[in-house]
């Protein structure tokens, strides 16, 4: 059964119930009205609130994409990853990420092995988000070798994810030698 069916049917219970203890309370009262009114006001509510947090449930088959918790979780998992890792900034009361996420989750699959896809939440790590200068969501930064490689912002289409993620697929070997020429420490020496 579906959330908006089950928020249907507890909104329609608690509408009836309501409506029934406070009946001779309604000045404007005929018969069983105040009992019908308050059974579709809170049927349609009911129906509106489980129909918005179904809208932030996990896709099906239970499969997200991996959350980061802290700035060094992303250190560890982002920065200090060679390969290519696709950073989803986004937001639980954002729209378009609702859109978003099960794009990227259908891309996670489709990239299994290749890349890595980790989820940060501005509810959860808000200096992430100061930190790599994103003001919108949802904002998917591409890295690999550890940097910034790509960004988009805004919802898109699963192509243009897919394009950003096989640029760099096809560059990773530049960014291994990139990494081991200057090491983590020091960027911009001159020499081995």
């Not at 059974?39 to 489980?50: D, E, F, N, P, Q």
């Not at 239970?62 to 200090?80: C, E, M, Y």
């Not at 989750?105 to 790599?132: C, T």
């Amino acid at each position: 059964m579906s959330l908006a069916w089950i928020g249907l049917l507890s909104g329609a219970t608690a509408g009836g119930l309501l409506g029934h203890l406070f009946r001779g309370r309604g000045s404007a009262r005929i018969g069983g009205a105040n009992v019908l009114v308050g059974s579709v006001i809170c049927a349609v509510i009911g129906m509106l609130i489980a129909t918005g947090v179904g809208g932030q449930a996990p896709a099906a088959g239970g499969q997200s994409i991996p959350r980061i918790n802290s700035a060094q979780d992303f250190t560890d998992k982002v920065l200090g990853e060679e390969g290519v890792v696709v950073a989803y900034f986004s937001s639980a009361t954002c729209p378009p990420c609702r859109l978003t996420e099960p794009v990227l989750i259908a891309l996670r699959g489709e990239y299994a092995g290749k890349a890595r896809f980790v989820k940060l939440d501005a509810g959860e790590v808000p200096s992430l988000f100061g930190d790599w200068d994103v003001k919108a969501v949802p904002t998917v930064i591409v890295f690999a070798g550890g940097k910034e490689r790509d960004r988009l912002v805004g919802a898109r289409q699963a192509s243009e994810y897919r394009r950003a993620i096989d640029a760099q697929l096809k560059k990773k070997a530049t960014y291994k030698y990139e990494r081991s020429w200057y090491g983590d420490s020091d960027i911009g020496r001159q020499g081995p």
